[in-house]
């Protein structure tokens, strides 16, 4: 008996440590241990993906954790990888929608109404309090962030740190949950964006007298480097805006999170020399990749970032007098960076995954 | 004589027992693109009467409706020293402003950092407008009449064809894959137009468009010919085209159709060619000294990167490695030398 006691006793001991081993993937002690082991549990990858100090729209798995039921979550990721696995009771938005432009005299611009009707589809409200992840904190996520923000969205919008891999709580699989879509108003916010027009009137005065600009391009496009791969077959002309400097925009990410805060304002405060409390415009190729910049430079202070919505595509092949819309070569105003997207969804394309 | 090692910042501006310039005298402006500076020397003494800051690797320098212009290569703008001394920053919006041509009653740039030509108003000093034209534009030729300015573009390959009426590009001349325009010349009649391609060491002819009308965009050449390895700068005359190859030390001499005439050989880094006396004098970047096609040969106080004609024989040198200016007489030799700031270059008399 005393052995089967003995015994009984074991097993029970063996259980409590696999339940408090568990168990303690929730608490700070446990993720030390782990840690010293060389194990890396979900508690360490949320652990690790906290956002402390005065940063602003990056937000953490615990404050999901804590704020689940009051705030709509959003996923930025492709339709496969929403099925396969995702935050518990997470809608997903397409990406083409939110990155829609509309044509106007002054040159392109977020497609308010086509944007709203996007989020409207995935029942969101204007003053929902909106959370975006995906598979890491890459543009796809920022974009969705910023498609709100240009659509006037009136609740808060934050963006999970770490991504999906970060969230160690309750998830989701299959098919996507219903929603009933919403009647999604938008009341278009024009301070987020700036046209061609409006950059073309201040050209000679970016990071001088006039507003901040950055590439957020990758080098070789930015200075148009001779037969590189990053040149846009489809451009007329390949440089950038007179004046930007180039900032690539993977800078921001280290693997599935934000840069730390205080490399960010070091990168753009004092090398970028950007001024947090004077305008600053992002742009890249597209209206996807800046968007990274764009939330970047607001979480850490930046008041007045906007995004050149129609992007050096628009700028580099436009129609007729190109005097007034000149692109530069031979300058170099690069900032070295050493960021990567992380982002495990098989598609190669780390810009897009989220 | 050499009279002219008493500069230096320090220096006074003028030596204290030498009469005082007079507004008729001409002046040299000589950019100096190390100190960020024009400098101010009397062309007949060599005297230093002064210096104006004018913004960053300041190269070129031209005057137009009484004003001395600068083309400073490290803005986004010219900088304009008017005739009571006032100087002035004229936008270009678009960075290294690096040659001026004057057309039509404007004063066109070329912003060789970027893909277009600032047109300034010379009289108001303000930027009217701006010409896109192929990336990287640097020489400018003007047709005799003024109607049509020709663009040099170093990336693009292209001789870019602006109506100076309408300041619209009206047409391109495509001078070859991977060419890399440097100089751009046009006939003393304007018939045909010459262009050096740096990368190919050729030089091109091609045919400016007369009554008819411009050249097409992507119009081609009608001409070619190999010249000397590296070359820059060109020449054009009525029935002759020169061409210094840099690399080789070498004088093409061809003729309008581009039929090689002579080749002069025996130069160390010849950059440019100058009418002077009656002779072609090379400009030597490699060697102390002028030497004419014909073989005469004056020294210098140390070798030219740039040399302006200033009448009566005599060319004004720019010692851009040795930091000093001179006035050479192609007959009796150095007039003066004087010590200037930092990398002097291309000159003008005003």
Redesign the interface.
């Known amino acids: 008996m005393t052995g089967d006691r003995s015994n009984d006793d074991a097993d029970t001991e063996t259980r409590r440590g696999l339940l408090r081993a568990a168990a303690g993937a929730t608490v700070a002690g446990a993720t030390g241990t782990a840690g010293c082991l060389g194990v890396t549990t979900p508690a360490d990858v949320a652990a690790r993906s906290e956002v402390s100090g005065n940063v602003g729209h990056f937000v953490g798995p615990g404050w999901l954790a804590e704020n689940r039921d009051e705030t709509v979550v959003l996923d930025a990721r492709d339709a496969k990888l929403f099925r396969e696995e995702r935050v518990y009771g997470a809608r997903r938005v397409p990406l083409d929608a939110l990155a829609a432009r509309e044509s106007t005299d002054e040159g392109d611009a977020p497609d308010a109404d086509a944007i709203a009707a996007a989020f409207g589809e995935a029942g969101v409200a204007p003053d929902d309090d909106v959370l975006v992840y995906g598979a890491s904190v890459g543009s796809r996520v920022t974009r969705v962030a910023f498609a709100l923000a240009a659509v006037g969205h009136e609740g808060s919008i934050r963006v999970l740190n770490g991504g999906l891999s970060g969230w160690n709580g309750r998830l989701g699989t299959g098919s996507r949950d219903r929603v009933p879509p919403t009647d999604y108003e938008p009341d278009p916010a024009p301070s987020t964006w700036v046209t061609r027009e409006w950059l073309a009137d201040r050209?000679?005065t970016f990071n001088?007298d006039g507003p901040g600009l950055v590439d957020v391009r990758v080098p070789e496009a930015y200075l148009?480097a001779a037969g590189a791969d990053a040149l846009n077959d489809d451009h007329d002309?390949?440089?950038h805006l007179?004046?930007a400097i180039d900032v690539h925009w993977v800078g921001n990410v280290a693997g599935r999170r934000m840069t730390d805060p205080g490399r960010l304002v070091r990168l753009y405060e004092v090398e970028a020399e950007l001024d947090r409390s004077e305008t600053v415009v992002v742009y890249g190729d597209d209206n996807v990749d800046p968007t990274s910049t764009w939330l970047t430079l607001k979480a850490i202070g930046f008041e007045d970032v906007r995004l050149y919505d129609g992007g050096f595509g628009e700028w580099a092949n436009v129609e007729g007098?190109?005097?007034?819309?000149?692109?530069?070569?031979?300058?170099n105003g690069v900032l070295e960076t050493d960021g990567s997207v992380g982002g495990d969804d098989g598609g190669g394309d780390f810009s897009c995954t989220g | 004589m050499t009279r002219g090692t008493e500069g230096g910042d320090d220096a006074p501006a003028r030596g204290g027992d030498r009469d005082a310039p007079s507004p008729d005298d001409p002046v040299l402006a000589v950019p100096c693109e190390g100190d960020d500076r024009l400098a101010l020397f009397a062309l007949e003494t060599g005297d230093r009467l002064g210096e104006v800051p004018v913004g960053r690797l300041p190269v070129h320098a031209t005057t137009c409706r009484g004003r001395t212009v600068v083309a400073t290569m490290g803005e986004?703008?010219v900088t304009a020293v008017g005739p009571t001394g006032e100087v002035t920053r004229v936008?270009?919006?678009?960075?290294?402003p690096s040659h001026f041509a004057a057309a039509n009653g404007d004063l066109y740039v070329s912003?060789?950092?970027?893909?277009?030509?600032a047109v300034v108003d010379p009289e108001a000093l303000t930027l009217v407008?701006?010409?896109?034209v192929g990336?990287?534009p640097h020489e400018l030729a003007v047709a005799p009449d003024g109607d049509r300015l020709y663009a040099g573009s170093r990336?693009d390959g292209v001789v870019d064809v602006v109506d100076t009426g309408t300041r619209?590009r009206v047409g391109a001349i495509d001078t070859g894959p991977d060419a890399r325009v440097q100089g751009v010349a046009l006939a003393p009649d304007g018939s045909r137009g010459y262009a050096v391609d740096q990368r190919g060491a050729r030089v091109v002819a091609f045919d400016p468009g007369g009554d008819s009308g411009p050249p097409a965009v992507g119009a081609s050449i009608c001409a070619e010919a190999a010249v000397g390895a590296d070359p820059y700068d060109l020449v054009a005359t009525a029935d002759r085209v020169l061409v210094p190859g840099r690399g080789d030390g070498v004088v093409h001499e061809l003729d309008r159709e581009l039929e090689p005439i002579a080749v002069h050989e025996g130069f160390s880094r010849p950059v440019d060619t100058f009418d002077v006396a009656d002779e072609w004098w090379v400009l030597d970047a490699g060697a102390p000294g002028l030497r004419s096609l014909g073989g005469a040969v004056v020294e210098t106080p140390a070798p030219g990167l740039a040399a302006t004609p200033v009448g009566d024989g005599r060319l004004a040198v720019s010692h851009y490695d040795d930091d000093r200016v001179s006035l050479v007489d192609v007959e009796s030799g150095p007039v003066w030398t004087a010590d200037s700031p930092a990398c002097p270059f291309g000159s003008v008399v005003v």
């Open positions: 050209v000679g001088g148009a002309r390949h440089g007179p004046g007098d190109r005097g007034r819309y000149p692109v530069e070569t031979a300058t | 986004r703008s936008e270009t919006g678009v960075l290294g912003c060789s950092a970027g893909d277009a030509l407008d701006r010409v896109g990336a990287e990336r619209e």
